[in-house]
């Protein structure tokens, strides 16, 4: 199967090139260094022609309001680019609880993505994945100074990026789901918390403070980001993933 991996060459998507190469099939990837840009269009008809599946993991370079605009540019282009190709199968990586978090500009555009994608001409599959371990120390970033990193308690379920890029890349080989597959790791952790054990896992001498109105998660509400019955749950712990 011909697999053309839009966003290829990033955190998920280069490891969704290998698993899917590993598995006999021929990923290509496809990024703005490699001269394709979902925005403009150039190099888009080359990148999808004769794929079976298109696999999208571009992102919006910020979390604003500008990101609509990406968003909906980025589907928009693909989707009729893949349609001109032959494509048969269109994937997208999102986030769990998307939907449920109205106030994060981000998160209403990636809803505005998974729309466009269920509207459109193609048969689809959306994986919505949990936060991933590996942005544990930038959200850490975000509200912290010399001392202290202040954190709201929103319950996350922390999931390794070798296992999001498993689960896309075997659903890209799949039969299209025309539906929603959610992921998460393990274990769930009040944000506040995750902060205390990455600290003391990396020896940081820096003190947690819980503070409901810091940083991006303080706009979710309970536990809308931790997923519901009939997610797929990955192997990795965080604590394991740490060490």
């Known amino acids: 199967?011909?697999?053309?991996?839009i966003g290829g060459t990033g955190l998920i998507g280069s490891r969704v090139v290998e698993d899917l190469n590993?598995?006999?099939?021929?990923?290509?990837?496809?990024?703005?260094?490699?001269g394709v840009d979902v925005i403009t269009g150039e190099g888009l008809e080359e990148a999808v022609a004769g794929a079976d599946v298109v696999v999208n993991l571009t992102n919006s370079p910020t979390f604003d309001e500008a990101s609509y605009a990406f968003f909906r540019t980025s589907m928009e282009n693909l989707l009729a680019a893949g349609v001109r190709g032959g494509a048969r199968h269109f994937v997208v990586l999102s986030?769990?609880?998307?939907?449920q978090v109205p106030a994060l500009d981000?998160?209403?555009?990636k809803v505005l993505q998974e729309e466009i994608l269920q509207a459109g001409p193609l048969p689809y599959s959306i994986v919505r994945a949990t936060q991933f371990m590996e942005f544990v120390d930038s959200v850490l970033s975000w509200t912290s100074d010399d001392g202290t990193v202040r954190l709201p308690s929103t319950p996350l379920r922390p999931i390794a990026a070798a296992d999001v890029s498993a689960v896309v890349a075997e659903v890209a080989a799949g039969?299209?789901?025309?539906g929603v597959l959610e992921i998460a790791g393990p274990d769930v952790y009040p944000l506040d918390e995750l902060g205390r054990i990455t600290l003391a896992a990396r020896g940081d001498g820096r003190s947690v403070?819980?503070?409901?109105t810091a940083g991006m998660f303080a706009a979710v509400e309970g536990d809308v980001l931790v997923p519901g019955e009939g997610a797929r749950i990955a192997a990795t712990r965080y604590t394991d993933w740490l060490a």
């Open 95 to 99: 986030i769990v609880g998307v939907d």
């Open 1 to 5: 199967m011909q697999i053309a991996v």
């Open 22 to 34: 590993a598995a006999g099939h021929r990923a290509v990837p496809h990024s703005l260094s490699s």
């Open 209 to 212: 403070t819980t503070d409901d």
């Open 106 to 109: 981000y998160y209403r555009a």
């Open 175 to 178: 039969t299209p789901l025309n």
